[in-house]
């Protein structure tokens, strides 16, 4: 697995530009998005109220979720299929992993759990890690190996995907096509309902459109 990633680092793209490769845009601004939460973490003064450092965990839980499982639907099979099936296992195994990870965390409710310091650094340090891995090759590779029109073609299925992308850990459904899309789909209801609950129906507007 490759090293942490270093903070604010960006990856290196040449060949193509954001236009001809709006899948590789998408990802890293996501990605980006995943490490500014992380240092809002990090960045926590040590008097922060531990319900408002479990809410940011949960925060993470939920982009983790929705970005990893739109990769699991569209990122990896193209990546199986144009590029190379071991980085794509692999890749599967690190998100796989990960999951285990979030799935402890979400089940956490007490706040002044002292699990929740541990499992959130180890949430984050596998979420460099992972990011890192896709960035320094795998997407590099598949923008070089794919034409634009399947790229543009790909950033619109990613986009798509979000749509029913769950947004908790499900480490126990199926991580393959076909049954990976229908159980993840099956999933979304079950977990806005939950973060409802969890988050209010107000911070959660922004989900609605998933953008
Ligand atoms: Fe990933
Ligand atoms: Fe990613």
């Not at 982009?63 to 692999?90: C, F, G, N, W």
């Not at 459904?173 to 409802?196: G, S, Y």
Request: hydrophobic share 40%; charged share 30%; net charge negative.
């Amino acid at each position: 697995m490759a090293t942490e990633v270093k903070r604010g680092a960006q990856a290196e793209f040449k060949g193509k530009s954001s236009s001809e490769d709006p899948l590789t845009s998408r990802l890293i601004s996501e990605h980006r998005g995943l490490e500014k939460l992380f240092q809002q973490y990090e960045q926590l003064p040590p008097d922060t109220d531990p319900k408002e450092r479990l809410q940011l965990g949960y925060e993470m839980i939920r982009q983790i979720s929705l970005h990893a499982a739109t990769e699991e639907m569209v990122l990896y099979p193209a990546i199986a299929k144009h590029q190379s099936k071991e980085d794509a296992e692999r890749l599967l195994a690190e998100t796989h992993a990960a999951q285990q990870v979030l799935a402890d965390l979400n089940a956490v409710s007490d706040p002044a759990d002292l699990r929740v310091a541990e499992l959130v650094r180890k949430t984050i340090q596998m979420t460099r890690e992972h990011i890192r891995d896709e960035e320094a090759s795998c997407l590099p590779h598949l923008s070089q190996a794919l034409e634009p029109a399947e790229l543009q073609r790909l950033a619109r299925q990613f986009a798509a995907a979000r749509g029913v992308a769950p947004t908790r850990p499900h480490p126990y459904a199926p991580t393959r096509p076909p049954w990976n899309v229908p159980a993840m789909a099956a999933a979304v209801p079950v977990d806005m309902v939950r973060d409802v609950v969890r988050f209010g129906l107000r911070n959660l507007k922004s989900d609605v459109d998933r953008a």
